[in-house]
């Protein structure tokens, strides 16, 4: 895998897939946390 | 009992948030390492870079569907319903982790293959398994009775267990667009180091924030157990 000075312009698809896991992983931690957090105080 | 239940569930949910918590930042400096350190594949562009979140979302949706079966194993040999609690909570987690695989595997076909899916083996069985343990989660919440509940869902998380090696193993049974391994490889890696290091990061804050999910996640359902309440996964 070589270094070419203009690699195919593709970073949408990248930014698109990084969004996707973020807003994923990070939704449903906190909503975890959350629910947790409510337990742990005696809410849940 | 009830109290070493609720001792038990508080302090796997204590520990759980922070690991998770430290996954989390884990898989941020992930990011930052994947989008601002790693150079740019030639072939690829940036959207090879995909594959350092792809691969360590599969690595551990493979890993839950794995514990999954083991622990079901267990619970219809030992009844132990601590067992079951555990398969339901990696269950959960897996489905989360393979729907992040099946949403990004696409978005990197597409500039790559040219297209979003085909129906191949790797590709469809993927999906299969996706929709079994759907399946396996709707049918937790249907069934009432806790014996009943474990014993079904154990049988179908053992039988989605013994695909993931199957799956594994498609891109050398069948004629597949789907990339064989890059680095557990026989032979070694086929990246450079600095990809394979990037990647085995990323691999490692997936695999601790999994860790804090099923950790929170098992709690829960111990917590809701022990109220004598109703948890959406455990039952």
Redesign the interface.
């Known amino acids: 895998m070589l270094l070419l000075a203009e690699p195919p312009a593709n970073q949408g698809f990248m930014t698109a897939a990084y969004v996707v896991v973020a807003v994923v992983l990070v939704g449903y931690s906190v909503g975890l946390v959350r629910r947790v957090g409510r337990a742990l105080k005696g809410e849940g | 009992m009830s109290s070493d239940v609720l001792a038990s ?2 302090s796997s ?2 520990a ?2 922070v690991i ?2 430290v996954g ?1 930042l884990w ?1 941020a400096a992930a ?1 930052v390492r994947a ?1 601002a350190f790693t ?9 090879q ?2 594959m350092y ?2 691969v360590p ?1 599969a690595w551990c949706a493979f890993l839950a569907f794995i514990l999954v079966g083991i622990c079901s194993a267990l619970y219809l040999w030992l009844k132990d319903p601590r067992l079951d609690a555990f398969a339901a909570a990696s269950a959960e987690v897996g489905v ?1 982790l393979m ?2 695989v099946l ?2 595997g696409p ?2 076909g ?2 790559i293959w040219g297209t979003w899916w085909q129906w191949e083996p790797r590709l469809t069985s993927t999906l299969f398994l996706f929709f079994l343990f759907v399946g396996y989660l709707t049918l937790r919440r249907s069934v009432f009775d806790p014996l009943e509940r474990g014993r079904y869902s154990a049988v179908i998380g053992i039988l989605g267990a013994l695909l993931v090696p199957f799956i594994h193993l498609t891109v050398y049974m069948f004629r597949t667009i789907h990339p064989q391994p890059v680095v557990l490889r026989p032979e070694g890696p086929t ?2 180091g600095s ?1 394979v290091a990037t990647l085995l990061f990323s691999l490692a804050g997936f695999t601790v ?1 999994f860790l ?2 099923v950790m ?2 098992y ?2 359902s111990r ?2 157990e022990a109220m004598g309440g109703h948890d959406a996964v455990a039952g």
């Open positions: 569930a508080r949910m204590r759980g948030r998770a918590i989390l898989v990011y989008i150079p740019v594949e030639a072939v690829q562009g940036p959207a870079k995909i979140v792809h979302a989360v729907l992040l949403v990004t978005i990197w597409k500039p990246m450079p990809f924030l804090g999910l929170m996640r709690g829960l917590h809701a």
